[in-house]
């Protein structure tokens, strides 16, 4: 009887200690989801880089650009929608300029171009 008392403890015990390290394992992910940025955030940074490709009708525009460090962005070539399109006027694939970006939500922007 005694014996079985103990194995009865025992086996709680263990039931008990998986059940905590259930718990803390799975805290970490629902912490993590907390800190999910609402899509509508508005991040921003400026950036230097080339002309890859206008399309003036879509008013999007192809940069080549140098890593963004307040976007986190490492170096690459991608599309920004111009905002407003007329900043696209007088620019012509291969010039360098700066620009500002908007990357808050879906395709990000550029805000301001600037040529040097
Ligand atoms: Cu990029």
Same mark, same amino acid.
Request: net charge positive; charged share 15%.
């Given at each position: 009887m005694r014996a079985t008392l103990l194995a009865l403890a #025992? /086996?709680? #015990?263990?039931? &008990? +200690?998986? &059940?905590?390290?259930? *718990?803390?394992?799975?805290?970490?992910? +629902? %912490?993590m989801s907390g800190m999910t940025m609402p899509a509508s955030a508005a991040k921003t940074g400026k950036g230097t880089g080339a002309i890859m490709a206008i399309d003036p009708k879509a008013a999007t525009v192809s940069i080549r650009h140098q890593p963004i460090a307040a976007l986190g962005w490492p170096a690459m070539t991608m599309t920004f929608k111009a905002t407003p399109g007329s900043l696209?006027? %007088?620019?012509?694939?291969? *010039?360098? @300029?700066?620009? %500002?970006?908007? +990357?808050? /939500?879906?395709?990000?922007?550029? #805000?301001? @171009?600037?040529?040097?």
């Amino acid at each position: 009887m005694r014996a079985t008392l103990l194995a009865l403890a #025992t /086996s709680l #015990t263990f039931a &008990t +200690a998986e &059940t905590a390290a259930a *718990q803390s394992a799975a805290k970490p992910m +629902a %912490d993590m989801s907390g800190m999910t940025m609402p899509a509508s955030a508005a991040k921003t940074g400026k950036g230097t880089g080339a002309i890859m490709a206008i399309d003036p009708k879509a008013a999007t525009v192809s940069i080549r650009h140098q890593p963004i460090a307040a976007l986190g962005w490492p170096a690459m070539t991608m599309t920004f929608k111009a905002t407003p399109g007329s900043l696209l006027k %007088d620019l012509k694939v291969g *010039q360098k @300029i700066g620009f %500002d970006v908007n +990357a808050g /939500s879906g395709l990000p922007e550029v #805000t301001a @171009i600037r040529k040097p």
